[in-house]
């Protein structure tokens, strides 16, 4: 069976692209927490929230460098994942506060 991409670019990047793409991802994974929350702010435009620690920064700088970098999603496939969330959440029924959850062992008693 054939693979297919869900990707908007294939790996046919260049070495030169590939070996700063990895070089970037270093100079990220060694930077201390100063130097993320740096980074973040002029990638972003934003402050980092305060409650990241240094691994989700670090990953999820990684995340939109690579995506940059290599493309992300097709827009067909993202739209797919966001109509699939959507049904999701609207299926889903919230358990108010105080209600009792009664599980019946083996199932329903029969006689």
Not at 7 to 22: E, G, N, V, Y
Not at 37 to 51: D, G, L
């Amino acid at each position: 069976m054939a693979q297919v991409s869900i990707w908007r670019q294939s790996d046919d990047s260049p070495a030169a692209d590939r070996d700063a793409l990895q070089t970037t991802l270093i100079t990220i994974e060694e930077a201390d927490s100063a130097s993320l929350r740096a980074i973040w702010r002029a990638r972003n435009k934003s402050e980092p929230t305060k409650s990241l620690s240094r691994d989700l920064l670090v990953r999820a700088l990684a995340h939109q460098i690579q995506e940059d970098a290599l493309g992300g999603l097709e827009q067909r496939i993202a739209k797919l994942l966001g109509r699939l969330a959507a049904e999701k959440e609207s299926a889903e029924k919230p358990i108010k506060p105080w209600s009792f959850i009664v599980r019946e062992y083996q199932g329903p008693f029969m006689r």
